[in-house]
Structures are given as structure tokens and as C-alpha cells.
């Protein structure tokens, strides 16, 4: 029989590249009975020729659009993440090593899976992407001008709205010690932070739009400390949050948790463990930092709650818990269609 051909399997495991792809499949009992290796084009006509069955990869880029390639040929697929795959590699490592721990991994009862992505989720986290790098390309252009105007002794205010403020007039004064040189070089990095400043607005308010006509998201941001860039990031992470079985487990994911070391009857808590989206996490408790300063206390049931964490704890672990208890009413948002924020009076709650 030939290798490429499908046999009954119940189980295949799919080792993913750029253009060769290893698969492994298992029968019932969990004993391989096929090895094949494929390049993309052979692989969906394998897939599609095979009967019905169990499909594991791992999670990178590429999975997603094989995953929904794969299950609309009435396969079950199933993404692992990457070190959850880790421990079933049975000693030295190759493609089809790799595709046999994937197939063995996808059949325990309690692994996690990384939930399929539509399309539109695909193309909002792209933009969400996009203006990350956008932000971070922008602040390290900052810090270069700023560093250059240092080594001329010209020392500028923090923070990018002040830096612009002060960024023309220090250019333009001929009293201070820059060369010409570095005059027509700040004046080109100038130009060069424009069109960055413009391009990021260009993808904010195409986030923006999308967050105003996406039900979800729009429930979502009834939530205190999340706006448009954060629903929609949680829509395009996310999705319907049917992978998380309990809210605090959508807080464990986005990392805002305490990590245990514990042994011995011992429970030993640490600081918070920063597992799954860091993207996310951040925005979490950015909204959360503005919440505790400008939060109206007296109109809002989380203001009492607030107050009486501020009277024990950092300012920072007060922060962290709002974030998480965020992250836990977006699960309840997402899980409950129509489900709102209800910002209730303290007295009537």
C-alpha cells in the first residue's frame, strides 16, 4: 500500500513546516500504523481523501489556516501548545518524532487545545499586530533622538507627547550646542516619527471602526478599563471564549494569576506567573491603572471593592487584581450573549 495513501486511523499527527509536512497516525489502540511525509499541495488531498478523524498539530504560524482547511474536509482538529507537546517526545528528535508526540498529545482527556480562529479574528489580530510594531518602532525612535540630543547636552522631557512639543523648538534654537550635522539628521527622524504617528492613526481608527460595529466587542468595552483596542483583542484572541471552562481560567491564561510553588502541605504563593497573551495582559492592566485613578468611586460598585484593596495592598497588586477580575467579567461578557457591564450605584447594588 502506498505511504501517501490514507488508512484507517483514528488519530493523526501533523508536524508542521514551511513546505514538507510529517504525519503520523495512530489507530485505535494508539499503535502507528502510517508515517507519510507531504508537501502542502499533497497534504490537503490527503486529508480530504482520509476518513474522518482526530487531528493534532502544533500551534504556530500556518496552523490556523491548516486547521480550518483540514475540518472543513469533516476531520476533528485539535492545536496544541508547543511545550504541551514537549513531554511526549520520546528520545532524540526528527520530523516524524515530533509527529508522533503531537499524535499522542491530542489524545490525553486532559490536554489543552488552542481554539480554532476565523478569518475575521485572524485579520483583526493582524492589525492589532501591526500597530504593536508601529508603537514600538515609534518609541525607539524616540529614545534615539532623545539620546542624540543628550550626547549635545540637551536633555528633553519624557513622555512622547512632551518630546514632540519640545523637539521643534529645539531644533530650531541656535543658541545650543548641536552641529549642523545632527540638525538635518533630527529634522529627517522628525519626518520619519511623522509618518509612523500616521500610520499607526491610519490602523487605530480602522480598529476602532471595527470595535463600533462588532457586537461583541461593543459589550465588551461597557467593561471599566477596556476600550476599543482592548475588546477587540480579546474578540481576536478570544473568539466566543468557549475554550476556558470557568472564568478564572481566562485570567490564568492571560497570566494574571499567582504562580504556586508548593510541596508538602505548603502553599507557597508568588508574584503573577505572565503565561499566555502578554498583548492582552498589558492592555488589562493599563485599563486597570486608569480605572484606580480616575474610577468614580461613588457611582460605581468597584470603587467600594477598590477602596478597601488600597487599604492593604500596593497600589501595583491592586492594579493586577482589577486586571484579573477584568479579564473574569470578559468571560462572562463572551460567554452570555447579550450580557452587559452593569456600572450599578454602590447603594443599590
Not at 20 to 33: A, C, E, K
Not at 172 to 201: F, H, K, M, Y
Request: aromatic content about 6%; proline content about 4%; glycine content about 8%.
Amino acid at each position: 500500500m502506498s505511504r501517501t495513501k490514507p488508512r484507517n486511523a483514528a488519530v493523526y499527527g501533523v508536524d508542521l513546516g514551511k513546505n514538507v509536512f510529517h504525519v503520523v497516525g495512530l489507530d485505535r489502540s494508539g499503535q502507528p500504523i502510517q508515517k507519510a511525509k507531504f508537501r502542502r499541495d499533497t497534504l490537503l488531498q490527503f486529508f480530504e481523501c482520509a476518513a474522518p478523524a482526530v487531528v493534532g498539530m502544533e500551534a504556530c504560524a500556518g496552523s490556523q489556516w491548516l486547521a480550518r482547511k483540514i475540518k472543513a474536509f469533516g476531520h476533528t482538529v485539535r492545536i496544541i501548545p508547543a511545550q504541551f507537546v514537549k513531554p511526549y517526545v520520546k528520545s532524540n528528535k526528527s520530523d516524524l518524532i515530533d509527529a508522533a508526540a503531537i499524535a499522542e498529545a491530542v489524545t490525553r482527556p486532559t490536554m489543552r487545545f488552542v481554539e480554532i480562529k476565523t478569518t475575521e479574528q485572524v485579520d483583526l489580530q493582524a492589525l492589532h499586530r501591526i500597530r504593536e510594531r508601529l508603537v514600538t518602532s515609534r518609541t525607539r525612535l524616540i529614545c534615539q533622538m532623545r539620546a542624540f540630543c543628550l550626547e549635545y547636552g540637551v536633555a528633553m522631557r519624557q513622555g512622547a507627547g512632551a518630546f514632540k512639543l519640545d523637539l521643534t523648538g529645539v531644533i530650531e534654537d541656535e543658541e545650543n550646542d548641536l552641529t549642523p550635522t545632527i540638525r538635518r539628521l533630527l529634522g529627517e527622524l522628525r519626518e520619519e516619527l511623522s509618518v509612523l504617528e500616521a500610520r499607526i492613526a491610519t490602523v487605530s481608527r480602522e480598529i476602532e471602526a471595527t470595535a463600533a460595529s462588532n457586537e461583541v466587542a461593543r459589550r465588551l468595552a461597557s467593561i471599566p478599563g477596556i476600550g476599543p483596542l482592548g475588546a477587540t483583542a480579546i474578540v481576536a484572541a478570544v473568539g466566543e471564549g468557549r475554550q476556558f471552562r470557568k472564568a478564572r481560567d481566562l485570567a490564568a491564561w492571560v497570566g494574571l494569576v499567582p504562580r504556586q510553588h508548593s510541596t508538602g502541605g505548603k502553599t507557597t504563593r508568588l508574584g503573577i506567573n505572565k503565561r499566555g497573551n502578554s498583548y492582552i495582559r498589558r492592555l488589562l492592566i493599563h485599563g486597570a491603572r486608569s480605572c484606580l485613578m480616575h474610577l468614580d468611586r461613588s457611582r460605581d460598585r468597584l470603587g467600594a471593592w477598590l477602596d478597601r484593596l488600597r487599604a492593604r495592598m500596593h497600589p501595583n497588586k491592586v492594579v493586577v487584581a482589577l486586571a484579573a477580575k477584568m479579564a473574569r467579567i470578559a468571560w462572562v461578557i463572551l460567554n452570555r450573549p447579550g450580557a452587559l457591564y452593569e456600572r450599578r450605584d454602590p447603594a443599590f447594588a
